[in-house]
């Protein structure tokens, strides 16, 4: 790992085959664990809705406080934490991340619901950062960008099959389930990697390479600040829509709970081609293949709002959106790591806490302007806001593609 102590390499070197194919296999879980508990409130907002006499703009507060939470707390944390044993913050992190679970779960308003979610989205993005540190140790540095790109498919899959899941549940037993189901996979994933990932002295890095002044300097650079703006709206967009895509379901297409829950899991397994089609795209086209991903995300969104209350052309759009969601992800946080490695050695784990830092600003910004175009203009507004959003992000692209050009040597 870049910038690892020979103390964390030695932690490692005894090893046998099964426990690395194990240890690693434990991080995804927890890529996967992470996205779970973030995600599992979307497929079951209109119980929580009336559950907590609330409205459904209220309701999505609970994706964007915890989105807002992730993004603030993730990129300070790794700044602040950089010289501390990895093993040890995991630790801490796991335990507050499973205690944010078990209040969620047991919370007997939405203030402390409301809460849960701010102290669970403030570990969440740090447990993310550390987690992937492990992945090169594990796997070795030559496959440790495909490593950590599996990690971020399991977050990002549990996107969409938490939601799903969640829709399921509630027409089976209980949206309690859900939560409970959540809590239940986060203490079991925490123990797990307590009792498998070897322990690791302190992470030793020069003084320059440490400082925090010398990490920030990461998000000064033009790449960075336009690469960040993409998420905000790319991600933004997708939210305006996909924050609320339930009672979009179910009140302006019609569909029933069964039905809504199998949508929602095609889109996930479609999601899950996203995954695989950006790191086709990187490896292909680079950051060249944002801009027309965007072109094709705003048609999309368009799409799904002339559509309006017709199912069949709406969930035709909701696949291409899917298909999409994450298209634009591998290729920007290629571009943080190579930026990071090039010109700020020592901001490497703070490079890894972009892209999961930005999707969850981005989140939070779709949700609350998504929240709003509900509230004030219906649910069959989405779609046509979250196209506008995309635009944005179109643009940021095209400059955040410039940027880049003129940063590297070739």
């Known amino acids: 790992m870049t910038g690892s102590s020979t103390t964390t390499h030695e932690a490692f070197s005894g090893l046998s085959p099964l426990r690395r194919r194990i240890s690693y ?72 991340f499973v205690a944010a679970n078990f209040a969620a779960m047991v919370a007997p308003n939405l203030v402390m619901m409301l809460a849960s979610r701010v102290v669970m989205g403030a570990v969440a993005g740090a447990l993310l950062a550390v987690g992937t540190t492990y ?86 650079e033009r790449a960075v600040i336009f690469g960040v703006l993409v998420f905000v709206f790319g991600v933004g967009g997708v939210y305006a829509f996909y924050g609320y895509v339930t009672p979009y379901l179910e009140t302006e297409l019609g569909l029933t709970n069964a039905q809504s829950g199998t949508v929602l899991l095609a889109y996930g397994c479609i999601c899950f081609v996203s995954d695989l089609l950006s790191g086709w795209l990187d490896g292909k086209y680079g950051m060249k293949s944002l801009p027309p991903v965007f072109v094709v995300m705003t048609c999309a969104l368009a799409a799904l709002w002339l559509a309006g209350p017709h199912v069949v052309p709406a969930v035709a759009a909701m696949a291409f959106i899917a298909l999409l969601m994450y298209a634009f992800s591998i290729q920007a946080i290629s571009m943080f790591m190579e930026i990071a490695r090039r010109h700020h050695p020592g901001a490497l784990v703070l490079a890894a806490s972009i892209e999961p830092t930005s999707f969850n600003i981005g989140i939070a910004f779709g949700t609350t302007v998504g929240g709003a175009a509900v509230t004030n203009l219906g649910l069959g507004s989405v779609g046509l806001v979250g196209a506008a959003l995309s635009a944005v992000a179109l643009a940021c692209a095209v400059l955040a593609l410039r940027a880049w050009k003129k940063m590297r040597p070739f």
């Not at 995804?28 to 459904?56: D, K, Q, R, T, W």
């Not at 707390?73 to 995991?90: K, M, V, W």
């Not at 030559?142 to 027409?171: C, D, E, H, P, Q």
């Not at 003084?207 to 998000?219: D, N």
């Open 25 to 96: 296999a434990l991080i995804v879980l927890l890529g996967f664990s992470l996205g779970v508990s973030e995600f599992v409130v979307i497929g079951i907002e209109p119980e929580l809705a009336e559950h907590y006499h609330s409205s459904l703009a209220q309701i999505g507060d609970l994706i964007s406080f915890f989105a807002i939470a992730y993004a603030v707390a993730t990129p300070c944390l790794a700044i602040a934490t950089a010289r501390f044993s990895r093993s040890r913050l995991l630790a801490v992190y796991l335990v507050v």
């Open 135 to 220: 992945v090169s140790d594990l796997l070795g540095p030559w496959k440790s960008s495909m490593g950590i790109s599996v990690v971020y498919a399991a977050f990002s899959i549990a996107l969409v099959l938490a939601t799903s899941a969640g829709r399921m549940v509630v027409a089976l037993w209980s949206w309690h389930v859900a939560l409970a189901a959540a809590f239940a996979f986060a203490a079991l994933t925490a123990a797990l990697l307590v009792a498998v990932l070897p322990k690791d002295g302190v992470r030793k890095r020069s003084a320059e390479h440490a400082s925090p002044r010398h990490q920030v300097g990461l998000l000064k």
